[in-house]
């Protein structure tokens, strides 16, 4: 496929996945019928290049699911579907007094994308002026989420914001997560799988392990969502190198925003306020010396979940580390992630027993997380890896088509392709890669 015809068929992926009716687009039909947060971040991006309305469009609709308290959810139940579990009965987002009335939500997050979005979309409108409009009419909507973050989030004011449920993490079946389902003794729900009606289970968790996501939302609406109560009796609680390396970058582009809009000194100043406690603390309690990455910090049991994951590398993106400690990240993304039988990047650890080449999450390649890495690597002038990380990623597609996601294994690549079809972001980022 030449670069034409990948352009036009991202294009497609995204113009089939999109609602006419309802404005937003769904990250895959069957397997996600719903709009989901940082996926329609990703989308809009793509749409950026090329339909700023509908780019437009799939952030507004997004934001028609934030609640009053600034929380922005992590599935906005636009349409009805009976194609996922669980869906808008199961959340009861209306438990929580702040949730909007028009539309059914979940009561939990994902990794708050809009900010960098924003800017992005910025750098590639071609009108700037309409854009800043657009800008303008949302930009404090996503101040009020990540002031809730901070209020809510942040127990020991550290700039560190924590997540109680591993769909907030976005890397949902990570083994990240393993050591706290072991400490958990679920009740065995009564359910209906539905991802399983759509994937092969062996690429799936297992129904153990969605018991205990079942119950971690239990133990939220028992309480309403209230985010006090949820953070004295959630046993998952996890500092996540990802979802708050994505927040540092969107402040980062707020307060970049803000200042080209004018005014709003109040603002940036607390924005930077934010940043520069949360750089400092992310490098004195993120980063493994032994593994020369960042991890997760289980805040709930006080101690760091001592795993190298494609999540280590974002900090990049966002500019936390100094060039010293990101020489040492880069080395160890080579070493052990970028070996002569790979392709990057693995989302967890290959040389990991954990480490799983078809599971999701727990060992795949996500076109998300490379376009992450790679603007990280070219933010820090690494530009060799960052080629390389570029072309594998288009490599599969050009081979697969617009799969979810990959086996990063070379002598596999002709069977590389697992999890839905179609799929939005996978289409998003790779217009974005070719655009550049
Ligand atoms: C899966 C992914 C999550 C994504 C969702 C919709 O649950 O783990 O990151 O947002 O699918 O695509």
Redesign the pocket.
Same mark, same amino acid.
């Given at each position: 496929m030449n670069k034409q015809e990948l352009i036009e068929g991202a294009k497609a992926v995204l113009n089939s996945n999109f609602n006419e009716d309802k404005g937003f687009t769904i990250?895959?039909e069957g397997l996600?019928p719903f709009q /989901?947060? /940082?996926?329609s971040g990703f989308i809009a991006i793509g749409f950026a290049h090329y339909d700023i309305e509908k780019a437009k469009c799939e952030i507004e609709s997004l934001l028609s699911g934030q609640w009053d308290n600034g929380f922005i959810p992590?599935i906005v139940f636009h349409n009805e579907s009976d194609t996922y579990f669980p869906g808008p009965d199961y959340h009861r987002s209306d438990l929580h007094p702040a949730s909007p009335k028009p539309v059914k939500t979940t009561g939990i997050t994902?990794p708050p994308v809009l900010g960098f979005v924003l800017k992005e979309i910025y750098d590639i409108a071609s009108n700037k002026q309409d854009i800043l409009k657009f800008i303008k009419r949302n930009i404090d909507k996503i101040y009020q989420n990540h002031t809730h973050f901070y209020t809510h989030r942040d127990p020991y004011n550290e700039g560190l914001v924590y997540i109680y449920h591993n @769909?907030e993490s976005?890397?949902?079946?990570s083994p990240i997560w393993d050591e706290i389902w072991q400490t958990m003794n679920p009740p065995k729900y009564k359910y209906e799988r539905k991802d399983t009606t759509h994937v092969d289970a062996s690429q799936r968790p297992t129904n153990r392990e969605y018991d205990c996501y079942l119950h971690l939302l239990e133990i939220a609406k028992a309480h309403n969502y209230d985010e006090g109560k949820i953070a004295e009796l959630s046993p998952f609680l996890v500092q996540d190198p990802l979802f708050n390396a994505i927040l540092i970058k969107s402040n980062e582009a707020l307060i970049e925003l803000y200042q080209i809009i004018g005014g709003n000194n109040n603002k940036i100043e607390i924005l930077k306020s934010w940043q520069d406690k949360a750089k400092t603390r992310f490098e004195e309690k993120l980063f493994n010396e032994e593994l020369g990455s960042y991890v997760y910090y289980d805040l709930r049991n006080d101690k760091q979940i001592a795993y190298a994951t494609s999540s280590s590398f974002t900090p990049l993106f966002a500019g936390i580390p100094n060039k010293e400690r990101a020489n040492k990240l880069v080395d160890s993304l080579i070493q052990n992630f970028g070996s002569e039988d790979l392709f990057l990047c693995a989302s967890f650890d290959p040389k990991s027993e954990h480490y799983n080449p078809v599971k999701? @999450?727990r060992g795949p390649v996500w076109i998300n997380l490379n376009w992450l890495i790679y603007r990280g690597l070219k933010r820090y002038g690494y530009l060799e890896i960052a080629k390389r990380l570029k072309q594998e990623t288009i490599n599969y597609i050009e081979l697969h088509g617009f799969y979810?996601y990959f086996d990063a294994r070379k002598d596999q690549f002709e069977n590389a392709a697992y999890g839905g079809k179609n799929?939005s @972001?996978s289409a998003a980022l790779t217009l974005d890669l070719l655009n550049e």
């Open positions: 990250p895959c996600y /989901w947060h /940082w996926d992590h994902q @769909w976005g890397t949902d079946n999701y @999450w979810e799929f @972001w």
